[in-house]
């Protein structure tokens, strides 16, 4: 079990906050808005009514032995930016901060922010891949245009072994998983000899567009 603060319970932090509790986490949410502190009451270890712009009360709330902390502080950029420095501060491990636009995830990384969140923009370039890229059920981008892909077997894969498809060579993608959703069997790193089948699930790491050649149907 995590231990997580959110700070800043809009909607964004309401479901962040909801989410981690519902998953058996201990959740601290923070919010200087009475109303939005007991709409998150039951959904929370602690809801405390207070102004996370301070550091003394970050500190003595205990929020600098957290494992995570979420900020999402809605238009109030400024606040965001000294929430995250006085976490790192904190010697917080993990900080994870909304940004308002590029401007402001520099700044936020600068000053220690581990995590930037773009949720808009994360959320269009996922929808957009659905659309594209119809076999791609998750996508998680990683750093320089790579990403960790979760795709259904295109037509072209089935009845065929990874070494036979040999996507490594041809496209410098890697299948890093396979999980079997019948069996409900998962399989990291599988072997060479592994024959795809149409219940299969394949986690795919690489560049994204080489993914997307590599699944493209022919």
Known sequence: M????????????????????????????????????????????????????????????????????????????????????????????????????????????????????????DMAIRIARGLSSPNVLEYIPLAEDYSITEVGPPAHFLGKTLVELDLRRKYNVNIIGIKDVIADVFIAVPPPTYLIKDSDLLIFIGKSEDVEKACRKR
């Not at 003394?56 to 205990?62: I, R, V």
């Not at 606040?79 to 700044?107: C, M, Q, W």
Request: net charge negative.
């Open 2 to 121: 995590g231990r997580y603060c959110v700070i800043g319970l809009g909607h964004f932090g309401y479901h962040v906050a909801r989410t981690l509790y519902e998953g058996g986490h201990e959740v601290v949410a923070v919010d200087q808005d009475r109303e939005k502190v007991q709409r998150i009451q039951e959904y929370a270890s602690y809801a405390i009514l207070g102004d996370a712009g301070n550091k003394e009360f970050l500190s003595g709330q205990g929020i600098g032995e957290m494992d995570a902390v979420v900020i999402s502080t809605g238009e109030r950029s400024h606040l965001s930016t000294l929430i995250t420095l006085y976490l790192k501060e904190l010697k917080v491990p993990r900080i994870l901060v909304k940004a308002l636009n590029e401007d402001h995830g520099r700044i936020l990384e600068k000053i220690g922010a581990t995590d930037i969140i773009f949720p808009e923009k």
